[in-house]
């Protein structure tokens, strides 16, 4: 049964970091897009970052020089590396999982119905 399960969320000051984490089990991690997503109530879930099966990367334009994704396939951990947090990063973060390897060319301008598997989430906070 494949599963995600995120950590390493917590609450900072505006300037701080955070890495978050995702551990995949229960299918190929380095054969999927992996992606994480965020969102606040009573908006969409948006994109963030993603990485795909060959190691690019792609980053939503408000995150970019700020969060880093990463993925060690070994450990099928997926990062999130958030440095200079801003009060509007607060939100929960979620990962994801996609089969199509299309979703991570695509990145961010995808839907959720891309991805096959979800986490539960973890929340960030950032305080001014």
């Known amino acids: 049964q494949a599963r995600l399960v995120e950590s390493g969320g917590g609450s900072v000051q505006a300037g701080g970091s955070l890495r978050l984490s995702c551990k995949a089990s229960g299918f190929t991690f380095s054969y999927y897009c992996i992606a994480w997503f965020r969102q606040v109530p009573r908006e969409e879930r948006e994109g963030v970052a993603a990485i795909g099966t060959d190691g690019t990367s792609s980053l939503a334009d408000s995150v970019k020089g700020r969060f880093t994704i990463s993925q060690d396939n070994a450990r099928n951990t997926l990062y999130l590396q958030m440095n200079n947090l801003k009060p509007d990063d607060t939100s929960m973060y979620y990962c994801?999982?996609?089969?199509?390897?299309?979703?991570?060319?695509?990145?961010?301008?995808?839907?959720?119905?891309?991805?096959?598997?979800w986490g539960q989430g973890t929340r960030v906070t950032v305080s001014s």
């Open positions: 994801a999982a996609a089969s199509d390897p299309s979703s991570c060319r695509r990145f961010p301008r995808v839907a959720m119905i891309d991805f096959d598997y």
